[in-house]
């Protein structure tokens, strides 16, 4: 008895397995390669939007750090616990920021310029003599509190208690227009 003898190679059935397989994989991975570069995108806005929250926060910080010397600051209506170059206004649920920055001249001369920090519907605006700068956009909300002998003071709320200690820190919170809030501390 003899067997005939199969030919070589896949039947048409092995071949449409076969390919529903790899149809099926390809689905499977252009789903993963959408999902990821959608959060690729997603991240990036996020990391640009904390870039620019880094920076209105360093600016801030470094407008303190320069301020004019309590010897050299004229006498101003301020709270008694902050530096004389410094004032926070509360205004509506938020605050706003004054600061006398010492800034030098390329000739080796140094002035007085008043920064101003308030909250716009734009978002956060930073005002000196030479103009204005929106330094983060989309802030809903700008929160300064002040620590104190061991309280943290509230600028245009009833305080139980008034530290008599000098100011050794400032709370600086921006709030954006999702609810999230980004808080700093500055040291004194």
Same mark, same amino acid.
């Given at each position: 008895m /003899?067997?005939?003898?199969?030919?070589?190679?896949?039947?048409?059935?092995?071949?449409?397995?076969?390919?529903?397989?790899m &149809?099926?994989?390809?689905?499977?991975?252009?789903?993963?390669?959408?999902f990821?570069? /959608?959060?690729?995108?997603?991240?990036a806005?996020?990391?640009l939007? $904390?870039?620019?929250?880094f920076?209105?926060?360093a600016?801030?910080?470094?407008d303190v &750090?320069?301020?004019l010397p309590? !010897?050299?600051?004229?006498?101003?209506?301020?709270?008694?616990?902050?530096?004389?170059?410094?004032t926070? $206004?509360a205004?509506?649920?938020?605050?706003?920021?004054?600061?006398l920055r010492?800034?030098?001249?390329?000739?080796?001369?140094s002035?007085?310029?008043?920064?101003h920090?308030?909250?716009t519907?734009a978002?956060?605006?930073?005002?000196t003599?030479?103009?204005?700068v929106? !330094?983060?956009?989309r802030?809903a909300r700008l929160?300064?509190?002040i620590?104190?002998?061991?309280?943290?003071?509230?600028?245009?709320?009833?305080?139980?208690?008034?530290p008599?200690?000098r &100011? /050794?820190?400032?709370?600086?919170?921006?709030?954006d227009?999702?609810?999230?809030?980004?808080?700093?501390?500055?040291?004194?």
């Amino acid at each position: 008895m /003899t067997c005939a003898a199969r030919p070589a190679g896949f039947t048409i059935i092995e071949m449409l397995v076969a390919i529903t397989l790899m &149809a099926l994989m390809g689905v499977v991975c252009w789903r993963g390669l959408t999902f990821v570069s /959608t959060q690729r995108a997603g991240i990036a806005q996020e990391t640009l939007e $904390l870039s620019r929250m880094f920076t209105a926060f360093a600016q801030i910080e470094r407008d303190v &750090a320069e301020r004019l010397p309590d !010897v050299a600051a004229p006498a101003r209506a301020t709270t008694p616990e902050l530096p004389l170059a410094l004032t926070v $206004l509360a205004v509506g649920e938020g605050s706003e920021l004054d600061v006398l920055r010492m800034l030098e001249e390329p000739n080796g001369a140094s002035r007085v310029v008043p920064v101003h920090y308030e909250r716009t519907a734009a978002g956060l605006l930073r005002r000196t003599p030479g103009g204005e700068v929106l !330094v983060l956009p989309r802030v809903a909300r700008l929160k300064i509190r002040i620590h104190a002998g061991g309280f943290w003071i509230e600028p245009g709320r009833e305080q139980a208690v008034r530290p008599v200690a000098r &100011a /050794t820190a400032l709370e600086i919170s921006l709030e954006d227009e999702n609810g999230l809030r980004y808080v700093k501390l500055l040291a004194l």
